[in-house]
C-alpha cells in the first residue's frame, strides 16, 4: 500500500532513501533527544523494506521540505492493531504532530478498518501525553525502567484507543 496524503498545511509521503539525511537530522536534535533514541541510516533502511512498517516524512508543500516523519508499525498485523512507534517533528507548536496523529487514528480505523492503535512515550514528555490525551487516547499502564538511558533507566507510558472510542471520540 503507498501512501501519500495532501493536506491543506502538510503532505504526507513515504520516506524515500535521499529523506535520510534530514530524517536524522531532525531525530538528532537537542530538542529531540530526550524523547526518540536515535537510529542509524541501516535502522532506518530496515524500516523502510519492512514490509509490516511505514516511514512517512511529514512535508512542508510550500517549502518543500522535511518537517517530521513518523513510523507505524502493524501494517500486517492479524490483531487488526497498529503502533505509532515514533513522530518527530521539527516544527514544534505548529500543531502539525497533533493533525498527524489524526491522520494515523483516521488511517487506523477508517482505512485500514483496525480494532487499536498504539503507542509508548517517556513519563517526562508531558507535551506529548496531553495531546494524546485530548485525541482520546487511553492510558494503558507504564513500563517502569524499561529503557537504559546512560547510566539510569527510564519509564515509558503505554496509550492506546479502541475502534469504538475512536467512533465515540469522532462524533463528539
Not at 92 to 117: M, P, Q, S
Request: proline content about 1%.
Amino acid at each position: 500500500m503507498n501512501i501519500m496524503v495532501i493536506e491543506e498545511n502538510w503532505v504526507l509521503k513515504e520516506t524515500r532513501e535521499q529523506d535520510l539525511d534530514r530524517v536524522l537530522e531532525i531525530e538528532g536534535k537537542e530538542e529531540n533527544l530526550a524523547y526518540v533514541y536515535n537510529w542509524s541510516r541501516s535502522q532506518h533502511l530496515d524500516t523502510m523494506n519492512n514490509r509490516d512498517q511505514k516511514h512517512l516524512c511529514l512535508w512542508d508543500p510550500t517549502e518543500e521540505r522535511i518537517m517530521g516523519y513518523m513510523i507505524l508499525a502493524g501494517m500486517q498485523s492479524p490483531h487488526e492493531s497498529l503502533e505509532l512507534m515514533r513522530i518527530t517533528i521539527d516544527e514544534k507548536g505548529e500543531g502539525y504532530g497533533k493533525e498527524a496523529i489524526r491522520w494515523v487514528k483516521n488511517f487506523c480505523f477508517d482505512t485500514l478498518g483496525y480494532h487499536r492503535l498504539w503507542l509508548d512515550v517517556f513519563t517526562n514528555n508531558h507535551k506529548a501525553i496531553s495531546i494524546y490525551r485530548q485525541l482520546g487516547f487511553t492510558e494503558e499502564g507504564i513500563l517502569r525502567d524499561c529503557k537504559k538511558y546512560g547510566d539510569s533507566y527510564r519509564s515509558m507510558m503505554l496509550f492506546s484507543i479502541l475502534e469504538g472510542e475512536y467512533k465515540e471520540h469522532a462524533n463528539s
